[in-house]
């Protein structure tokens, strides 16, 4: 898929550039990337808000750029930094909606109360938008959309400005809803977020994609699923390259190896006077080093 924007007065901005990708059903996918890398842009092409300039869409065998009429019933959308109307309660925001997609008012107050309680708004259900906090709304939000329960659910960014317990709460309510069969497609910048959440991940930079895979396939391309690390200072980086991927700054060494490498790197750094610590690598080191990686070879 590709989308240019094009401004009068300003050259044109190549926001996709041959953006491929596979959304399996009942699959909890991430797509991640830094700001600007296209997630945004694809998710309104996908959730039929925007037009490609080319390629194809393809959203349960249906055209979603011909047929976006058919497409629409299937699928349902938390905006990047939407906001819930401010006139509303969020019972009125989500039953309204559900109302509005042809819900009958037994069933739209069943779901209602059930999204609500599950995002732990159920208290204020009865506030207008307007008085709650931004966290509270963005929850208003996510449980309008999670109390469809569509076939395909776009989000992009939605737990953004909650609080940790209530972004666990959202993670929670995404499981259940893939146990029911609904398929979800996420981006976010939390990367432990992706990693705890999501089944896949794609990593997008300059509007194609770079990576593919599961987390624990992500960091092994980057070397290993530990990271051993240890203060610069008295650490040579050559004594332990034959170990796995070396890195180095803000006055400490990391190297990054498989299970079965550390106990030879801690039994060599303890030989030396230096006292190491282990941890896994996460989600968030590989995604800093393949799209480093993928920023060098555009470069060059």
């Known amino acids: 898929m590709r989308k240019?924007?094009?401004t009068r007065g300003h050259p044109e901005v190549e926001a996709l550039r041959g953006l491929d990708l596979t959304v399996k059903?009942?699959?909890?996918?991430?797509?991640?990337?830094?700001?600007?890398?296209?997630?945004?842009?694809?998710l309104k092409i996908a959730s039929t808000l925007l037009l490609p300039t080319a390629g194809t869409l393809e959203i349960f065998g249906l055209d979603a750029v011909k047929r976006p009429e058919e497409v629409r019933p299937?699928?349902?959308?938390?905006?990047?930094?939407?906001?819930?109307?401010?006139?509303?309660?969020?019972?009125?925001?989500?039953?309204?909606?559900?109302?509005s997609r042809g819900f009958p008012r037994g069933i739209a107050r069943e779901r209602t109360e059930s999204a609500l309680k599950d995002m732990g708004i159920f208290d204020i259900r009865d506030q207008l938008n307007v008085t709650l906090s931004g966290?509270?709304?963005?929850?208003?939000?996510?449980?309008?959309?999670?109390?469809?329960?569509?076939?395909?659910?776009?989000?992009?960014?939605?737990?953004?400005?909650?609080?940790?317990?209530?972004?666990?709460?959202?993670?929670?309510?995404?499981?259940?809803?893939?146990?029911?069969?609904s398929t979800i497609l996420l981006t976010t910048h939390y990367l432990d977020e992706a990693e705890s959440l999501s089944q896949r991940v794609y990593i997008v930079e300059h509007g194609h994609v770079v990576a593919e895979g599961t987390a624990d396939e992500l960091k092994r391309r980057v070397g290993g699923t530990v990271r051993v690390t240890m203060p610069e200072a008295g650490a040579h980086p050559t004594d332990y390259e034959s170990f796995g991927r070396i890195m180095a700054g803000d006055g400490v060494l990391h190297v990054i190896t498989e299970p079965r490498r550390v106990s030879e790197i801690l039994n060599l750094a303890l030989s030396r006077g230096i006292s190491p610590t282990v941890g896994p690598v996460t989600l968030e080191e590989a995604f800093l080093q393949l799209v480093g990686r993928a920023i060098e070879e555009d470069a060059r």
Do not use: C
Not at 87 to 92: D, V
Not at 140 to 163: H, K, N
């Open 4 to 6: 240019v924007y094009h």
């Open 25 to 42: 059903r009942g699959e909890r996918v991430a797509l991640l990337g830094r700001n600007g890398a296209g997630k945004t842009t694809f």
């Open 74 to 99: 299937l699928i349902a959308v938390v905006p990047q930094e939407g906001h819930p109307f401010y006139h509303l309660t969020p019972w009125e925001q989500v039953y309204t909606y559900l109302r």
């Open 135 to 181: 966290g509270q709304q963005q929850r208003t939000m996510v449980a309008t959309v999670l109390a469809t329960e569509a076939p395909l659910l776009f989000l992009d960014e939605p737990t953004l400005g909650m609080d940790p317990f209530a972004r666990r709460g959202v993670w929670s309510a995404l499981r259940k809803l893939t146990e029911r069969g």
